[in-house]
């Protein structure tokens, strides 16, 4: 009896030094920092040491970035995920540890759209945060140019080709549309007339032939037509006429180009105003000089040079001649009593040639 009750005295002793060995539960918190960048408020976090808890969800956020996790202080990794599950963070009662949340640069793509153009070109990837240069636009359009990027297919240009930008979205994932914006160059339906006092209408019998080109063709026509001007009078203004993007212009000069001028001074004039029209693009047709009568008809020796001239230039730059000279003839029933200018009969066949050069 007596050695049963010293063992069961030794258990006893046993076990208090067992109770005053094992360590208690240590309560701590965890405060939570929203990192470099970061923004938004979050409450403390309460923890006991001898239990598993969960992290709350973050809910601090960063333009343009991503959660990626919680770093201890001082730390630059990422440890712990949104909402983890943690134990044994501290085994100190009452400390306060801080957890620093992490940000991952959002990616987004850019997805370039022709617009009434054609061809193709691939997205192209972007990092939130990170400047880089628009793809160059691939895409082409008939008659037109490239004129930037748009943000809707009806809006204005906002990008230039190859402009460097940054942070089109803050979106994770996101796509961003732009629409080539396109300038016209050439409108083949639009036709400028360059002339003197017959191309506008001045002294003439009906209408203009610019106007019945129109009503032949369907075409919308320009008159450009200056009475008294001559050749050089082309030259000067044919950059502001192109600035309206025919598709073709006609060049009918001579007739005050032979009372003063030289055939070769009105062949340079005529010969610049053709190669500027193809320069840019669009179809010079030239016309021969109609004949003269009456008092005027001393000069058809110089309207017959001039047209033979510009025959001949014409096949030199290959471009289209209406031959007005040769289908005139002498000009009866086609030029007025004044010699110069044209009858309804004569303004219907300049309309009728240029309409079938056309």
């Not at 969960?54 to 909402?83: I, K, V």
């Not at 994770?172 to 017959?198: F, K, M, P, Q």
């Not at 003269?292 to 001039?306: A, H």
Request: charged share 15%; glycine share 10%.
């Amino acid at each position: 009896m007596k050695r049963f009750m010293r063992f069961a005295a030794a258990a006893v002793r046993a076990a208090a030094f067992a109770a005053a060995t094992v360590c208690p539960a240590a309560p701590y918190s965890v405060r939570f920092l929203p990192g470099a960048g970061g923004s938004g408020t979050m409450k403390d976090a309460s923890f006991d040491s001898a239990r598993a808890g969960t992290l709350p969800a973050c809910a601090f956020s960063r333009t343009g970035h991503s959660f990626a996790g919680w770093a201890r202080r001082g730390d630059s990794a990422a440890e712990f995920a949104d909402r983890a599950a943690v134990s044994g963070l501290s085994t100190t009662p009452g400390a306060r540890l801080e957890l620093v949340a992490q940000w991952k640069a959002n990616a987004y793509v850019v997805r370039f759209h022709a617009n009434g153009g054609s061809g193709s070109m691939a997205d192209e990837p972007f990092t939130y945060g990170v400047s880089k240069a628009l793809s160059a636009c691939a895409f082409s359009r008939t008659d037109h140019k490239f004129a930037g990027w748009a943000t809707s297919a009806s809006g204005k240009a906002v990008y230039a080709d190859r402009q460097i930008v940054s942070n089109l979205t803050a979106t994770n994932g996101g796509t961003v549309d732009l629409y080539a914006v396109w300038e016209e160059t050439l409108n083949r339906n639009l036709v400028a007339c360059l002339g003197d006092s017959i191309t506008q209408g001045y002294n003439c019998a009906g209408a203009p032939y610019p106007s019945r080109i129109a009503s032949l063709t369907g075409k919308t026509v320009l008159n450009y037509g200056v009475a008294g001007q001559t050749s050089d009078y082309g030259k000067k203004i044919v950059s502001s006429v192109l600035a309206r993007h025919p598709g073709t212009v006609t060049i009918f000069f001579g007739a005050n180009d032979v009372h003063g001028h030289t055939t070769s001074w009105s062949i340079s004039n005529i010969r610049g105003t053709i190669r500027a029209i193809k320069a840019a693009g669009a179809r010079p047709i030239v016309a021969t000089p109609v004949p003269q009568r009456g008092k005027w008809d001393s000069y058809n020796d110089r309207v017959s040079e001039l047209a033979s001239a510009i025959r001949a230039l014409a096949a030199t730059e290959g471009v289209t001649c209406v031959d007005l000279h040769s289908a005139f003839g002498s000009g009866a029933g086609y030029i007025q009593s004044d010699g110069l200018h044209l009858t309804d009969a004569g303004g219907a066949l300049v309309a009728r040639k240029f309409a079938a050069a056309l």
